[in-house]
Every structure is written in C-alpha cells, then in structure tokens.
C-alpha cells in the first residue's frame, strides 16, 4: 500500500505539475533549497513557492497585484525580488509574515519598497491612489518584538517593522478573487507565529510550525512550546482536505523544505506527539533530562528528522519539549 502511495504521489506531481525535485526517497530527509539559488514552483490555483531564499516565500498572485508571504533573508532580497518578477510584474501590494525570525523578515524591507499601497477597491494604473511601499502584516507580537517593544531591540530596519497588526486570533482579506486567513497560532515556534490560507488556491503557508527538513524548532526565549507546535498542526489538519487516491487537495508549504499534503502533515503531528507523550511519561516518572535523553526518545525518527549538527539539532529539540513540558506543569 505505501509503494501504491508513492507512486501516486510521483504520478499526480507530473501530472499535476510539481517538481519532482520536492520528492523524497522513503525515509530520506526532505532536501532544503537554502542553498543560494532561488527555486520557483508553480504549487496550484494563484500561488507560487520560491525555495532557497532563506525561508520558503509564497507568492499569490493576479489582477490586482502580489502578494507574499514572507520575504527570505535580507542577504537574498534582490535575488528573490527578481524571482518575483519572473512569475509577475503586476506590484507587491501585502507581505504577510509569518513569524519573527531573519530569514523570514529580513527581505522585508526591500520587497516593501519595491511595492505599493493602494487606496480603494481597484488597483488603476495612473496610481493616483496609491503611495509607496507594499504594506507589512503581521501578529501584534511579532511587531512587539521586531520592533523592540519587547526585548528591547528592533531586530529589523524600520521598513522592515509589519505596520498592519491584528491583535486577535484573525485576519481576513480578499484579494485576486480569493480570501486570505492569516490565522494567529499561540505559542508555537514562537509566540509571534501566524499561518496563511488561500482558500480558493487551497494552499497553506504554516511557516515555522512546521519544518519538514527536521524536527520542529521550539524558540522557548521567545515564546515556544511543544504542546503550541502541536496545536498549530492540528489546526493544519482542521482545514487541510486530502484528494482521494493520491496526491492532491490542500497543499501544505513548510517554513523550510518540501511541500506536504494532509497525510504527510498527519504522520509529522502524529510524530511530534508520540515523542512529547514519551518524554511527558519520563518526567512523571522522575527522570532527569539526562536520562530522558539517555532513553533516545526520538530513535524511530532520527534516520527521517534527525541532526547531530546544524542550528536545530535534535538533542536540542528534546531539550526544548522537555522544558517546555517541564514550564507547563
């Protein structure tokens, strides 16, 4: 039944499309497109994905002009401003954020300034209703802190600080033809973390929640938690609706690595789940974190999401879920 899987899977994204370049071999790690080259893929409907920018970025796109999620880092703005031609000319009008971190803000500024705000229901090309700059969004806490409200230090360039805030748990726009939910996620990566669903498209961007090249990183400084990972994946599968026999319905685009459908996004919360309820079980027995992670509460994975070096290792995230765990009890 897997093989049937997987060939489906291969079969629908040529059918369909996709890059065979965002497959993996069974239990291979999911390849991350930061590498300096800017990747475009076309994903379905409206919305594009350009891998290799720093974060993954979304385009959508149409009449009335771009928008994106995320902007890269600041190291690749003009590289990624030039993919963004390739796939339209038409003007940036919102860049969404999805969270806090450098290599998903810090193009802000520059992709902001390479666009425009426009006032009122259409865009019109003599421009008289517009002013420069495209306009920023984002959770209120993610302006807190990238604007140094909290923590005491703006973390961007003042273009770069998302001047469109929500303070809720919603936002919703409607543009080229499709409403947008920008949908806030409670203490997750971190506590600044929002996804975006193009409902027509049926793409989601879940930014840092979720990380199919490893492990889920947890910012426990700036407001993380497993059991907000968790959360947020659920909410993932809320929305998301897999196509019948095979690959297809929502797609889901990760902060980094490959695109997942509903399956995928099920099998990866059900992991992050059985490692936390593993962890959870060797606290209640009074075990020090040294020996909780003596017991390799991750082995089954490791071979799939695992990292001995890097930024996010994974003796690293099974010291953030027992924190985070040990905090909320």
């Known amino acids: 039944m897997n093989m049937i899987r997987r060939t489906v899977r291969v079969l629908a994204a040529l ?6 370049c965002c497959q993996i071999a069974p239990g291979q790690p999911a390849r991350d497109f930061d590498d300096g080259e800017i990747h475009v893929l076309h994903v379905q409907g409206n919305v594009y994905l350009l891998a290799g920018a720093g974060g993954n970025v979304i385009i959508q796109v149409g009449e009335q002009g771009i928008v994106l999620v995320d902007a890269g880092s600041a190291q690749l703005a003009d590289q990624t401003l030039a993919a963004v031609r390739k796939v339209s000319t038409r003007p940036i009008r919102y860049i969404i954020d999805t969270g806090i971190d450098a290599d998903h803000v810090g193009g802000n500024e ?39 409200l909290v923590g005491g230090k703006r973390t961007v360039a003042a273009g770069g600080v998302p001047m469109d805030v929500y303070p809720g748990d919603l936002k919703k726009l409607f543009f080229n033809d499709e409403g947008i939910e920008i949908i806030h996620i ?56 897999a196509k019948q026999e095979g690959e297809g319905g929502t797609y889901v685009i990760p902060g980094h690595g490959r695109i997942f459908d509903q399956f995928e996004v099920l099998e990866y919360r059900d992991m992050v789940t059985i490692v936390r309820d593993r962890i959870q079980a060797s606290i209640k027995k009074g075990l020090s974190f040294e020996q909780i992670k003596a017991t390799r509460p991750t082995e ?30």
């Open 300 to 329: 089954d994975y490791d071979a799939r999401y695992g990292a001995d070096s890097g930024t996010w290792t994974t003796d690293m995230f099974v010291e953030a879920v027992y924190k985070s765990l040990v905090v909320q009890k």
């Open 110 to 148: 520059k992709l902001s300034s390479a666009g425009i705000t426009v006032f009122g229901a259409l865009f019109q090309s003599n421009n008289l209703d517009a002013l420069p700059n495209a306009q920023l969004v984002a959770h209120e806490n993610a302006y807190n802190r990238l604007s140094g």
């Open 15 to 20: 059918a369909g499309g996709l890059s065979v």
């Open 186 to 241: 409670p203490a997750a990566h971190t506590d600044s973390d929002s996804m975006v669903y193009f409902r027509r498209s049926d793409v989601l961007s879940a930014g840092d929640i979720l990380t199919t090249t490893g492990y889920p990183v947890i910012d426990l400084d700036k407001g993380g938690s497993i059991q907000g990972i968790i959360n947020g994946l659920n909410r993932i599968l809320d929305i998301a609706i």
